[in-house]
């Protein structure tokens, strides 16, 4: 019998490919590390979880490092990115 518990579903929002090693499914209880390695140049990148608490490192070789205890649920992984080379416009004093 696995220590863990049922296996619940990860929905990485249509990008799985994005992220090395990522499976379907994980048992609840288990700890989830994923490599994001499609990174490019002058873009930020942000993270998120919906449904549990996400860790985020960076190395150097194998890109962003995200870690999480699968809870007992389903979870959906979100990556969204900005260009970081783009100047924001200030909005004059009317708003546009």
């Known amino acids: 019998m696995s220590i ?3 296996k619940h579903k ?3 929002c249509g990008n799985k490919l994005d992220y090395k090693n990522a499976k379907d499914e994980y048992r609840a209880g288990q700890r989830v590390t994923l490599y994001y390695w499609m990174i490019a140049t002058d873009t930020d990148y942000t993270f998120w979880l919906d449904g ?5 490192d960076y190395d150097v070789k194998k890109g962003f490092v995200l ?20 100047r924001e416009t200030p909005k004059n004093s009317m708003g546009e």
Do not use: T, W
Request: aromatic share 10%; with cysteine.
């Open 4 to 6: 863990f518990g049922k």
């Open 67 to 86: 870690s999480f205890i699968m809870p007992d649920h389903d979870v959906a992984l979100h990556c969204s990115s900005s260009n970081s080379m783009l």
């Open 52 to 56: 549990a608490e996400l860790s985020r």
């Open 10 to 12: 990860v929905d990485y």
